[in-house]
């Protein structure tokens, strides 16, 4: 099937005190390239990232972004347990202390106890990263899978595209061949007009002549193998469109001898009917080549 190299896909997610949104977009490129951003905190993440789409995709340019947002804490205030013990040993031994001295003392009341340095404290967020990261991970799947999901959907109006164009290209090329058939009775007018001019006499022009000249200019203007080399280069873009590989620097590659033959039809062309064909192959075959640089 047909893949564009234009996609996006994006998802949100969250863990605990943290939420995440992904973003993963591609332009054609002529090879492959990703590029990553994200927090590096996070261990396993982006080789497991980068596996997951070089498995998926070929060529383009990849660009993945990952946003984390910590839920915000400040003003909730905590326990700091180590710290409660640590004040309520030392109160126990000042009363056990005051008691061996004969002396009494109030027993403290909670808001004694809090009102001790390091007792109450503000929350901080306490992440677990490995549990993030597999939270993120297992995301990394359904997100490659969507980015997929686009591409085949382009990569279908693509096929579509590209399957009309060649129909377009194999009908004019079918039109050039005619007309290149039509023309030979107006090529052996003009040789023997020319020759008429040269001789300044129709009377000596030999009709063997005319046809020795014709034979030449005949040979220097046939199109027979750039039609033929067309009509296979149609019928070998049709075979990569129904592959499931990817395809597009072969289709590429196949624009251009596209372009090269349709140049060679028009220099060769001493036709207006087929110079006014082959300029409208150029045009069908670079509309096509536009299209083949977001095929994968």
């Known amino acids: 099937m047909t893949q564009s ?30 590029r990553l951003r994200m927090p590096e905190s996070i261990t396993g993440l982006e080789p497991a990232l980068r596996k997951a789409v070089g498995d998926a995709v070929t060529r383009g340019n990849v660009t993945v972004n990952l946003r984390l947002t910590r839920e915000e804490t400040a003003g909730q205030l905590t326990i700091d347990e180590p710290r409660l013990d640590a004040v309520l040993g030392a109160l126990d031994a000042i009363q ?69 164009q060649l129909d377009q290209i194999a009908a004019l090329t079918a039109a050039a ?34 046809a020795q000249e014709l034979a030449v200019v005949a040979m220097k203007a046939d199109i027979t193998e750039e039609i033929d080399r067309l009509k296979a280069h149609v019928q070998a873009a049709r075979d990569l469109l129904a592959q499931d590989a990817p395809a597009g620097r072969k289709f590429d590659f196949l624009a251009q001898e596209f372009n090269r033959e349709a140049n060679t039809l028009c220099a060769k062309a001493q036709s207006t009917a087929l110079t006014a064909i082959g300029l409208d192959l150029k045009a069908a ?12």
């Open 285 to 296: 075959i670079d509309q096509m080549r536009e299209q083949i640089q977001n095929v994968e």
């Open 96 to 164: 056990e202390r005051a008691f061996a001295k004969g002396v009494t003392l109030g027993q403290p009341t909670a808001a004694d106890v809090l009102n001790q340095r390091g007792v109450l404290v503000a929350a901080q967020a306490q992440d677990d990263d490995a549990t993030l990261a597999t939270a993120l991970i297992a995301d990394i799947a359904p997100l490659v899978a969507d980015f997929c999901a686009m591409r085949r959907s382009e990569g279908a109006f693509l096929h579509d595209v590209l399957t009309a």
């Open 5 to 34: 190299m234009t996609a996006f896909a994006s998802r949100a997610g969250a863990h605990e005190t943290v939420a995440w949104a992904w973003e993963m977009r591609s332009v054609n490129a002529r090879g492959y390239d990703l």
């Open 177 to 210: 061949e005619k007309a290149a058939a039509a023309r030979l009775p107006q090529m052996r007018e003009t040789m023997k007009a020319a020759l008429m001019r040269i001789t300044e006499d129709a009377g000596l022009i030999e009709e063997g002549r005319v």
